[in-house]
């Protein structure tokens, strides 16, 4: 099935620091990779979409300045959080969309997620 | 705009309990459903899914059906087990939209105990 990896899976930084977290689809292209930020006991919340080879579109509220992605191909995506602080802790999931597969379904390939803890 | 309503968790079960997770939601158009489940330390994995209205999604037990009328996609199982403890989520995304968003509800943790 189609795989979707991310790295690092867990991150501790200072604060202040920058921090980059790449999302690569393993055995598929992905003209489209979502970027989500889950909370602790509540759900998934979409940050920006991503498409190969523009820019992304970002989610009202969410600040593209210091959420910087970049889709330079159609296995990676990758989200930078510039200047991170302790509230940019949180679990980042990226997801996929297999453009191969002619689905009419829509169904995303999900990464295991990365954990940045921002100290 | 769109939005997915699911059932409060914590749900506890006993092995070989019958298992109903509740999922409303409100929608502009017609989409498609999901439900997604995230096993503890892993990303989220589909579970299932329907596509129109009346149309039965099932996979590993599990099954919802798309009801218009009631705009629901409740999840069942008649028996569940110890390995199905995790999160599950119910989403919905549109057909031929130029980004397929998901919107998911807030998740139900499911614990299942021998």
């Known amino acids: 099935g189609a795989v979707v990896s991310q790295h690092p899976s867990w991150v501790i930084c200072k604060s202040g620091t920058s921090v980059k977290i790449e999302c690569r689809s393993l055995d598929f292209q992905a003209t489209t990779m979502f970027w989500y930020r889950q909370f602790p006991k509540q759900s998934l919340m979409l940050m920006a979409t991503?498409?190969?080879?523009?820019?992304?579109?970002?989610e009202q509220g969410v600040e593209k300045d210091k959420f910087l992605i970049n889709h330079a191909s159609l296995t990676l995506s990758t989200l930078t959080v510039t200047s991170a602080h302790p509230e940019d802790s949180s679990f980042y999931i990226c997801?996929?969309?297999?453009?191969?597969?002619?689905?009419?379904?829509?169904?995303?390939?999900f990464g295991p997620g990365t954990r940045l803890t921002v100290l | 705009g769109d939005s997915v309503t699911q059932m409060e968790g914590p749900v506890t079960l006993s092995e070989e309990a019958f298992l109903t997770i509740n999922c409303t939601y409100t929608a502009t158009g017609y989409p498609s459903l999901f439900w997604y489940v995230q096993y503890p330390g892993e990303g989220l994995q589909l579970l299932l899914k329907?596509?129109?209205?009346?149309d039965k999604g099932s996979n590993k037990g599990f099954e919802a059906t798309y009801r218009k009328e009631t705009t629901s996609f409740h999840l069942e199982k008649g028996s569940v087990q110890v390995s199905d403890s995790a999160v599950y989520f119910c989403a919905l995304s549109y057909s031929g939209g130029s980004n397929y968003k998901l919107t998911f509800g807030k998740g139900t943790l499911l614990t299942v105990n021998p």
């Open positions: 997801s996929a969309r297999d453009i191969t597969s002619g689905s009419s379904y829509n169904e995303q390939f």
């Open positions: 991503s498409n190969e080879g523009s820019k992304a579109t970002y």
């Open positions: 329907a596509t129109k209205a009346d």
